[in-house]
């Protein structure tokens, strides 16, 4: 016989799946697990806690944390914070961060703590103190302390928008942009990653360094001497 304290968590949970089943499938669809769920399932106040190895997916959209909470009109909002890890192998690409907010209505990721952001579909690494994930648009921005890395480039700024679809970012707040041994600081710096095409605005300093031309031998000029003097002859 059924214990009167699994019988109350198994009600809670039972209550729990319901209400996730209201939510609009046109929105997107969301199924978690944690070691320990706690909900409030009053009609203005609705809730789902999830505390311990928490996990949630929404869509191809994975987070896990030490504490998730799920709230807002047909559960908008999504909170994660303590370890908080994500990744949508669909869309290419992944993160760590200490604490995340997600609003499943507009389809934004705020994440704010230690952040590490990798787009795989673009091989392009980012790490910044506040990102803004705009999932429809594609759109990444990035507050303070932003550091983006893609092959032999390397973009430091204090701002920055990168736009995964064109492969685009812009970078303003002191930029310094250092592609190989080149080194370049403006304004404004907007870098194509696909073709490496740097444009700089306003205040713009440069260092570029040049490979030397290394001097031919003394036995190579006589030799075209030599060759010259026959073409003569």
Same mark, same amino acid.
């Given at each position: 016989?059924?214990?009167?304290?699994?019988?109350? !968590?198994?009600?809670? =949970?039972?209550?729990?799946? @319901?209400?996730?089943?209201?939510?609009?499938?046109?929105?997107?669809? *969301?199924? @978690?697990?944690?070691?320990?769920?706690?909900?409030?399932?009053? /009609?203005?106040? #609705? !809730?789902?806690?999830?505390?311990?190895?928490?996990? *949630?997916?929404?869509? !191809?959209?994975?987070?896990?944390?030490?504490?998730?909470? %799920? @709230?807002?009109? +047909?559960?908008?909002?999504?909170?994660?914070?303590?370890?908080?890890? $994500?990744?949508?192998?669909?869309? $290419?690409?992944?993160? #760590?961060?200490?604490?995340?907010?997600?609003?499943?209505?507009?389809?934004?990721?705020?994440? =704010?703590?230690?952040?590490?952001?990798?787009?795989?579909?673009?091989?392009?690494?980012?790490?910044?103190? %506040?990102?803004?994930?705009?999932? #429809?648009? /594609?759109? *990444?921005?990035?507050?303070?302390?932003?550091? %983006?890395?893609?092959?032999?480039?390397? =973009?430091?700024?204090?701002?920055?928008?990168?736009?995964?679809?064109?492969?685009?970012?812009?970078?303003? $707040?002191?930029?310094?942009?250092?592609?190989?041994? +080149?080194?370049?600081?403006? $304004? #404004? *710096? !907007?870098?194509?990653?696909?073709?490496?095409?740097?444009?700089?605005?306003?205040?713009?300093?440069?260092?570029?360094?040049?490979?030397?031309?290394?001097?031919? /031998?003394? /036995?190579?000029?006589?030799?075209?001497?030599?060759?010259?003097?026959?073409?003569?002859?």
């Amino acid at each position: 016989m059924m214990s009167h304290k699994n019988n109350k !968590s198994f009600i809670i =949970c039972f209550l729990i799946f @319901f209400s996730l089943l209201d939510i609009n499938p046109q929105k997107s669809t *969301i199924s @978690f697990k944690a070691d320990k769920v706690t909900a409030s399932v009053a /009609e203005n106040k #609705k !809730s789902t806690n999830l505390i311990g190895n928490a996990e *949630i997916k929404v869509d !191809s959209l994975t987070i896990s944390a030490d504490r998730i909470e %799920i @709230f807002g009109k +047909d559960y908008r909002y999504v909170n994660a914070s303590g370890s908080v890890k $994500g990744v949508d192998d669909e869309k $290419g690409y992944s993160f #760590k961060a200490d604490i995340i907010n997600f609003d499943r209505k507009t389809d934004t990721v705020t994440m =704010c703590g230690k952040l590490e952001l990798k787009d795989t579909k673009n091989d392009v690494s980012i790490n910044a103190e %506040i990102i803004e994930y705009k999932k #429809k648009q /594609e759109i *990444i921005i990035m507050r303070f302390n932003v550091k %983006i890395t893609n092959k032999d480039i390397t =973009c430091n700024s204090m701002f920055a928008l990168y736009d995964r679809k064109e492969s685009k970012v812009e970078l303003t $707040g002191r930029p310094v942009v250092k592609k190989r041994k +080149d080194e370049f600081e403006a $304004g #404004k *710096i !907007s870098v194509n990653l696909e073709t490496e095409d740097i444009a700089l605005d306003g205040r713009v300093r440069g260092y570029v360094e040049q490979e030397k031309e290394t001097p031919p /031998e003394a /036995e190579d000029i006589q030799k075209s001497q030599n060759q010259e003097e026959e073409s003569n002859v």
